[in-house]
């Protein structure tokens, strides 16, 4: 296997809504790729998306640590930073809205910190983001995270999951180009309230 080209899929759990996690079990059932080995604290699966061999790996450790395995995996796999997709769930999109970025900041988010730290502070790498929205009104966060989706809000990460496991493959076979850029087009007012 050409490590080279490898796409280092990362995904983790950034809240009790599992939602990173569930991503990259949809990859891995479509694609055929068994989550079956664990290295550097990250469950992981070795297989491929058309020809492009691919990582998928799901860190065990807390969401905050993550990169505790984003690092010594895109290290050990000599994974370049533009290979490596990371894809969480996000609080500060509305539930069921997908955004694809080819790089950025953490944006107070501890995982996203985690792994740009073990990346020697890059920034440089891809991500995928899917809205959970953020607590109604003066709710706590953890509460809000403990919740269950409603049917409706169920229906909506369901539906950006499958936008996801299209924009993956496409990033996968096409790179970060124009053709990537349609999927958040069609998100900036999904669920737009007037």
Not at 28 to 35: A, D, R, Y
Not at 139 to 149: E, G, I, S, V
Not at 183 to 191: A, G, I, M, P, R
Request: aromatic residues 8%.
């Amino acid at each position: 296997m050409n490590y080279l080209s490898t796409f280092l899929l990362i995904f983790w759990l950034d809240t009790l809504t599992q939602v990173g996690f569930e991503m990259i079990d949809r990859i891995s059932q479509k694609e055929g790729i068994l989550l079956n080995t664990i290295q550097s604290k990250a469950l992981i699966g070795i297989g491929s998306i058309g020809e492009v061999p691919i990582l998928l790996a799901k860190p065990q450790a807390y969401m905050n640590f993550s990169g505790e395995s984003v690092g010594p995996l895109a290290a050990y796999y000599q994974v370049p930073l533009h290979h490596i997709l990371l894809v969480y769930d996000e609080m500060s999109l509305p539930n069921g809205v997908m955004r694809i970025q080819p790089r950025g900041g953490h944006g107070h988010h501890n995982g996203v910190k985690s792994v740009m730290d073990h990346l020697d502070g890059c920034r440089e790498f891809p991500r995928l983001c899917i809205g959970i929205g953020n607590p109604p009104g003066t709710m706590d966060m953890r509460a809000y995270l403990l919740q269950k989706f409603s049917p409706e809000e169920r229906k909506q990460v369901d539906a950006a999951l499958e936008q996801g496991l299209e924009a993956v493959r496409t990033l996968v076979l096409n790179g970060f180009n124009n053709s990537i850029t349609r999927f958040n087009l069609s998100q900036k007012y999904k669920y737009h309230k007037v």
